[in-house]
């Protein structure tokens, strides 16, 4: 598992970097319509920015070196696909990002060969996160 001894600084640096490039959050109140008085809660935000080639293959070579669990999320209130990609051991996320904001010729079945091995599926498992090799299953 990934510590804060093992991880490798620079795709650490790469991942974080990418994600204040493409990502952010924004505070918020929301106020439920039958009972219970308001609360704030965390949105998340994408930037019009997008990953180049470069980029993405830093990420799956950070996502290779087995530091990090990598997995496909929900993402714009249910009608868009992301990612995320966090450490297990901390279970902090620290990158994520749209479907949209893949350079081309990436996409959800490109990054599954990556998601999808078996050493990934365990990490993300330890995160308490199962991954559905199904595209549909994270876009309405």
Same mark, same amino acid.
């Given at each position: 598992m990934a510590t804060l001894r093992t991880v490798n600084i620079k795709d650490l640096e790469l991942l974080l970097k990418l994600d204040g490039k493409l990502h952010g959050t924004q505070k918020s109140t929301f106020t439920p319509n039958i009972s219970g008085g308001p609360f704030e809660v965390s949105i998340d935000t994408y930037t019009g920015a997008s990953m180049n080639a470069r980029e993405i293959q830093g990420v799956l070579k950070a996502v290779e070196n087995g530091d990090f669990a990598f997995y496909p999320i929900n993402t714009s209130m249910g009608f868009a696909v992301g990612f995320q990609i966090a450490n297990p051991d901390t279970r902090e996320v620290l990158l994520t990002f749209k479907e949209s904001q +893949?350079?081309?010729?990436?996409?959800?079945?490109? +990054?599954?060969?990556?998601?999808?091995? +078996?050493?990934? +599926?365990?990490?993300?498992?330890s995160f308490g996160v199962s991954i559905v090799n199904n595209r549909d299953h994270y876009d309405y």
């Open positions: +893949l350079p081309k010729n990436y996409d959800f079945k490109k +990054l599954s060969e990556y998601f999808m091995q +078996l050493e990934n +599926l365990e990490r993300a498992k």
